[in-house]
């Protein structure tokens, strides 16, 4: 079954903190490649030869192997668009204990946060590790599915490729992380900790 691009028009109109809607609108159409990169390897994996399956080339081997791009490429941008706010939504207090019993204290989470973001391209993920029950940062860079951690749950994501903040920023890229930091809506990151059992 064909996966749908999800609606994000309600972040246009300038409801996102630091982002114009040129920004947004581009960003957006990039995604929507995704989820159409996405349906076109489930669709050819589904009549691809597997009998001839092997590391050096064969068509449902690189589906295979491109297939977690597509699919990260998908899903994370899901998350980031929708953890995306105004900065009317701040953490609550149970949130900010849990990220001071992560980080040391909810500044030395910002300054992580920020030292992650600025550390490549790529992605900055906030991660929840059920087997510690505490928060941690998961820089993934290269491709979509490059460093990604095992066994954590991303509950907050935050794209910082060039194509995510250039039109606006151009090469002040610090300033687009200043921005959508503390545009988050911290709403959204909340419920995803509740479904995985997290006090906040």
Not at 42 to 59: E, I, K, M, P, V
Not at 66 to 81: C, I, S, W
Not at 106 to 115: E, P, R, T, Y
Request: charged share 20%; aromatic share 10%; with cysteine.
């Amino acid at each position: 079954m064909a996966r749908e691009p999800k609606n994000f028009d309600h972040l246009l109109g300038g409801h996102v903190k630091g982002l114009s809607d040129a920004q947004l609108t581009a960003h957006l159409s990039l995604y929507k490649g995704y989820v159409n990169k996405l349906n076109e390897i489930t669709t050819r994996l589904a009549t691809a030869d597997r009998g001839a399956a092997n590391y050096s080339f064969n068509d449902y081997s690189e589906l295979r192997r491109r297939e977690p791009v597509a699919f990260n490429g998908t899903v994370l941008h899901e998350l980031y668009f929708e953890n995306l706010g105004d900065g009317s939504k701040a953490a609550g207090e149970g949130t900010r204990k849990l990220l001071a019993d992560s980080f040391g204290s909810v500044d030395a989470w910002l300054a992580d946060a920020k030292a992650c973001l600025l550390s490549s391209h790529g992605w900055t993920l906030l991660a929840y590790d059920a087997g510690t029950g505490k928060l941690l940062h998961n820089l993934v860079q290269s491709e979509h599915h490059v460093g990604l951690f095992a066994n954590v749950h991303v509950v907050g994501a935050v794209d910082a490729w060039e194509h995510a903040y250039f039109f606006d920023y151009q090469a002040g890229k610090a300033k687009y992380v200043e921005a959508v930091l503390s545009g988050l809506d911290w709403s959204v990151i909340e419920g995803r900790l509740r479904k995985l059992g997290a006090a906040v």
